[in-house]
């Protein structure tokens, strides 16, 4: 066996691997190296999703001519001097991996200059190799341009996702580093176009505004507490805009961003009492932190970090946000407010809250003089107010009450039974393998199985059983005798000797559901105008995704259009979403497609259907009559499978004349 010892290129390329891992990691690295540099205005502009170009531009401290070879040598930091250093970090970088890395894998181009120098000086390296080094002119500070990433990788290029998704990463990465120093002005330009323009003013809610929007920043409660070795500032949301994961969910530790699946518990459990199950709070928060309480060195990306004393940490912490909402009045504000006039001063409003964000002046790169100047100038006088506190824009809130969604009863049933007929033939089919297999075994149980069998099993073995005395033909539906509803969520059913139990929101999620899917199949959903849209407000990985999916929105029923920058105006919703709320359905699809692991797939299509149509389902405690829900039976006995709704629960059970009879004790065994 020989034992190669590897030569220096190798080595690079191999340890480029960790440090290297996609565009968005070398934006990370420049913009963190700009950061520590000092500088308050930072630009970085991409094209074809980094693949191609990235150049960040800072007006820090810059690299002295006799040093821009060393800081692309491996392990080569002005951060750190030795091993000690690492329990006092104040840095964002340390490992002096970033620059070698991505020469390893790319061409690279530095131009640098500090304030002493009259001139800079231009550096160029490709794949770890010295091509040219000359004296320039240049503005104080550091210019890196990075083309052709992974031109001498090919295995690692060709695993990169297309530029729409690479760029949508780094889209959101700069959001996540806007956050992370409000002090600093951040321009972020995709292909030759404005992405977005902080100003750089210190103003964490301004920069919340800008991404997020205006309906988040209204719902939001500031937080400022110091305790024992840390301090919290920043933003926690309100109950009312929960999301359907963590991605919003942002955690800033000595002004790096982190993920933490400590704070994470720990803020999830103080929002404990106010949130559902499988939702997640919205909130920026900033934690100052004992550097000798932390280690960041866990992992190359600088993402991961250990908290000394975990359980102490998370209790106070889960305190504090608890304390914090505590203090709050959660009910949440409503306007209903109707009609044209509202709907032209809102679009009014929106247009004079566009012109101001567009006069505002924001600092480029390198005029360090004017953004000094505009600090003291706003701490001298008062200012314009930010948009998001001026008048809020006024938007409908439809009321949901029991007699709503009676109303969108009677609207499916006048449907419904022109169409009951046809539907029997007709309605697509999307059982699970498990109850199709335990239905075509049904005949081949005998008594004597059933009762050995497991209880789910038998369970679902006398659901099934319940039809196969023709159960769904004309004749057995006429020996039905409606009893009546019991709870205002069940109805009772006497046919033959057994008695039938209907759960209303199953059966008619059931029917929704089966009606949507065909729909859908047949590219056929029906679309209801809403009058004004519903104006949302996306970040850029959300923006990317949703330009990803449009088709598939659009095939749901939606109508969504560009309304300016971040902003989409949903014109449009599926016929059968009267009274929900609009913005919350179309953010929960969204959700659940920006999770990497979720594939835009027929699956995932059904599942948001069901969503769609549990939230548009008649609920329980809901009163009916007799008429409804005869008509609700109907269309529910014209599906192939009527057992359960889409996420399993069974849409009716039966209780046999020989069960009640033992239960009195008519039968003794």
Request: a negative charge; hydrophobic letters at 35%; one cysteine or more.
């Amino acid at each position: 066996m020989n034992i190669n010892i590897l030569d220096n290129q190798t080595i690079d390329k191999i340890a480029a691997g960790e440090v290297v891992e996609k565009p968005a990691s070398v934006v990370k690295e420049l913009v963190e190296n700009a950061i520590d540099s000092g500088a308050d205005a930072i630009t970085v502009e991409i094209k074809d999703g980094g693949i191609s170009l990235i150049r960040v531009t800072d007006n820090g401290s810059g690299i002295e001519k006799s040093q821009i070879r060393n800081a692309f040598l491996r392990h080569a930091t002005s951060k750190i001097s030795s091993a000690d250093d690492l329990t006092d970090l104040v840095s964002l970088g340390f490992r002096g991996e970033a620059l070698a890395s991505i020469a390893a894998v790319s061409m690279v181009e530095a131009i640098s200059k500090v304030n002493e120098d009259l001139t800079g000086v231009r550096y160029v390296i490709e794949g770890g190799i010295e091509k040219e080094m000359e004296e320039i002119g240049a503005p104080d500070g550091t210019t890196f341009i990075v083309r052709n990433l992974f031109y001498n990788t090919p295995p690692r290029k060709k695993f990169l996702k297309q530029p729409q998704t690479e760029g949508s990463y780094i889209a959101d990465l700069m959001e996540h580093l806007a956050l992370s120093h409000p002090d600093i002005s951040f321009h972020f330009i995709i292909n030759n176009q404005n992405r977005f323009h902080t100003s750089g003013n210190n103003d964490l809610k301004e920069i919340i505004y800008r991404i997020y929007g205006k309906d988040i920043v209204k719902e939001l409660t500031p937080i400022n507490v110091e305790a024992e070795g840390f301090s919290i500032e920043g933003f926690l949301g309100k109950p009312v805009i929960n999301r359907s994961n963590r991605n919003y969910e942002l955690f800033y530790v000595n002004g790096r961003y982190i993920k933490s699946t400590l704070l994470s518990k720990a803020v999830e459990d103080g929002y404990k009492e106010y949130l559902m199950q499988h939702k997640f709070p919205f909130c920026v928060l900033h934690f100052n932190i004992d550097t000798k309480r932390i280690d960041v060195n866990v992992h190359p990306s600088k993402m991961e970090i250990r908290i000394s004393n975990g359980q102490d940490f998370y209790e106070s912490v889960r305190s504090i946000i608890f304390d914090c909402l505590h203090r709050q009045e959660m009910i949440p504000d409503v306007t209903l407010e109707s009609g044209k006039n509202s709907s032209d001063e809102s679009k009014a409003q929106a247009k004079k809250e566009a012109k101001i964000y567009a006069k505002r002046s924001i600092p480029e790169p390198f005029e360090r003089n004017r953004i000094e100047s505009e600090k003291t100038t706003n701490n001298q006088c008062n200012i314009d107010k930010p948009i998001f506190e001026q008048q809020d824009l006024k938007k409908d809130i439809y009321e949901k009450t029991n007699s709503k969604y009676t109303d969108i009863l009677k609207s499916d049933i006048s449907t419904s039974k022109s169409n009951n007929s046809n539907l029997i033939n007709e309605t697509a089919n999307y059982n699970v393998s498990q109850d199709n297999r335990l239905q075509s075994n049904e005949s081949q149980l005998d008594a004597s199985q059933l009762q050995t069998d497991n209880s789910s099993t038998s369970i679902k073995s006398e659901q099934l059983n319940l039809f196969d005395d023709k159960l769904l033909s004309a004749k057995a539906r006429e020996k039905y005798e409606i009893i009546g509803q019991i709870f205002e969520t069940y109805w009772l059913i006497s046919y033959q000797d057994k008695l039938l139990i209907i759960d209303q929101h199953a059966a008619h999620e059931k029917v929704k559901y089966e009606r949507l899917i065909k729909q859908y199949t047949d590219n056929n959903i029906a679309s209801q105008g809403l009058n004004p849209p519903v104006i949302i407000t996306l970040s850029g990985r959300e923006k990317e995704c949703f330009l990803q999916n449009k088709d598939h929105f659009e095939a749901m029923g939606f109508i969504i259009e560009e309304f300016g920058g971040n902003d989409y105006a949903i014109s449009s919703v599926p016929m059968d979403l009267y009274g929900l709320s609009e913005a919350e359905l179309f953010y929960e699809f969204l959700d659940e497609l920006s999770e990497e692991n979720i594939g835009t797939t027929p699956d995932s299509i059904r599942m948001k259907i069901a969503t769609m149509a549990c939230k548009a389902a008649v609920k329980g405690n809901t009163r009916m009559s007799v008429t409804e829900a005869d008509a609700l039976i109907d269309e529910l006995l014209s599906l192939e499978n009527p057992y359960n709704c889409p996420h399993g629960r069974p849409t009716i059970i039966s209780m046999s004349k020989y069960e009640l009879e033992k239960k009195f004790k008519r039968i003794v065994t």
